[in-house]
Each structure stands twice: as structure tokens, then as C-alpha cells.
């Protein structure tokens, strides 16, 4: 698994560039979490224009591992990760205490979303509005600044 070593090995580093930086100047870490390789490097590269530091999951392991040793301060979250469904991944944020804000994007139908919007709602998740795939990159990329707009101005306050 050199892969998730590796992914590891970011997450340290970003989260240690993070920490001399300061809270104020920090750039945002993202959690993208999507079995899709194509869908992760899109998001990814969305992500990093209004500067998110991107961190990929492709499974629900790496995903589960990464939350586990990393804060983050937004997080993707594809509904179908193969063996897992997105729901699960939710199950472990909560179980960890992990509250970032979560964007669903998803190919799963309007019913799965809204059920699982409401599960992470219950759960006291913040959880913006599905987005649909394939993704609509202007939608995806307006969320993004939104929460990254809102969260600079929660850390300069």
C-alpha cells in the first residue's frame, strides 16, 4: 500500500505547514473521497484554485485512516465508494468527532442523496447541496469558495 502511505506522508506534511503557518494563514485542506480516479484529480484541481490543499481517498479505508489522523476543513464525498456506501464514511466522521463541512457529489439518484443529506443532518454534519456527476465544475468550485469564505471570516473573527 504505497499509495496510502504516501497520501499519509501528504496529509503530515500539509498538516505540519499548516501549523507553522498559523490558523490565520493556513490554507484549507480538503478531503476529496472518491473511488473514481478521473473524479479525484478534477476535484482535486477545482479545489486548489481558491486555495484548498487537496488530499484524495480512493476507498473508504484510506478515507476512514486519512480523517483519522488529519483534521480537514472541508470534505467530497461520493456515495459510492465499491464495497461502502458514502453513509459509512459519515458513521466513522461522527464516531471520530470530525464535523467538517461535507459536499455529497454523487451519481447515486436524488433519492439516495436526500436520504443521506438527512442522515448527515442528524448526525449535526454540515452538508451543502448535492452535487450531481458528472460534476458541474462551476457549481462545485462557487461551494468551495463559499465555505472557504466562511471559514476565513469564522478564523478572523
Known sequence: MAGMAGMLEQARSFEADNEAAGPATAAPRLLVIDDDDLHRMIICRVAAKPGYVPVSAASYEEAAQLAQETAFDCITLDLSLGAHAGVEVLRHLWVIGRKAPIIIIS??????????????????????????????????????EQLRQARDTATAA
Do not use: I, M, Q
Not at 110 to 136: G, Q
Open 107 to 144: 451519481g447515486a439518484d436524488a433519492d439516495v442523496c436526500h436520504e443521506t443529506v438527512r442522515v448527515a443532518k442528524s448526525l449535526k454534519f454540515d452538508v451543502l447541496k448535492a452535487v450531481p456527476k458528472p460534476v458541474d465544475l462551476s457549481l462545485l468550485r462557487y461551494s468551495l
